[in-house]
């Protein structure tokens, strides 16, 4: 079965600092791995996705993500925080064929302090 | 805007009761899914419709059932409700090619009272 964790339910940073939202995985191969970000009152919106190839991924509003398959992680990253970038943020995983459901992490909530 | 669109934003209803949740996917995804979002649980997979089959079934209750209709839009019925049952539930839709991702409604707000 396939689980994610992310560690840190929140994380507060000062704006213009570095974003770092640790995320790893447990799968019996190789999953597919997202980034999703939630604002309040909102759906989920696609951050980033990593499917194959390059293993750093770069996404919307200047975020990127690494895929580790030796640490089984998909740590998230910007490298300089800005006051919209507060809000729930989930990592998943899927699988690479058969069933296409996303299983999530738990959240982490970003608040920037100006 | 993800193209996903979810009726109603709000719900508000009484344990005992059913209600049905309405999705409409993006133009051209055959593929939906639900998802229930709780402070206790998380986010977590319901079940998935592929082009009007039931593809995929996670946590959900006998007391919850779903359908994809021709056009493709899809139901939750949601029947004797409890007050652990309120939660937002998520419609998610996917062209459900290899690497494609899933584009998400902007929820629907369920309260049980």
């Known amino acids: 079965a396939q689980s994610v964790t992310q560690l840190g339910s929140h994380v507060s940073v000062s704006e213009g600092a570095l974003v770092l939202l640790r995320c790893n995985y447990s799968?019996?191969?190789?999953?597919?791995l997202f980034w999703y970000v939630q604002y309040p009152n909102q759906g989920l919106q696609l951050l980033l996705k990593?499917?194959?190839?390059?293993?750093l991924v770069k996404g919307i509003n200047g975020f990127e993500a690494e895929f580790k398959k030796s640490e089984t992680s998909f740590h998230l990253t910007k490298p300089s925080a800005h006051m919209s970038d507060a809000a729930e943020y989930f990592c998943a995983v899927r699988r690479i064929q058969g069933a296409q459901k996303l299983v999530f992490g738990q959240g982490t909530r970003l608040t920037i302090n100006p | 805007d993800s193209g996903v669109t979810q009726t109603p934003k709000h719900l508000i209803t009484a344990t005992g009761q059913r209600v049905t949740l309405r999705c409409s996917p993006r133009s051209g995804d055959l593929s939906v899914y639900w998802y229930q979002q709780s402070l206790d649980q998380g986010l977590q997979f319901l079940i998935q419709?592929?082009?009007?089959?039931?593809?995929a079934k996670g946590n959900i209750l006998e007391r919850f059932s779903a359908q994809q209709f021709p056009d493709l839009h899809s139901e939750l019925n949601l029947s004797s409700l409890e007050l652990g049952d309120s939660a937002l539930y998520f419609c998610a839709s996917s062209v459900a090619s290899v690497n494609t991702e899933a584009f998400f409604g902007q929820g629907t707000r369920l309260t049980v009272v």
């Open positions: 799968s019996s191969v190789p999953p597919y």
């Open positions: 990593y499917t194959t190839g390059a293993t």
């Open positions: 419709y592929y082009n009007g089959e039931e593809r």
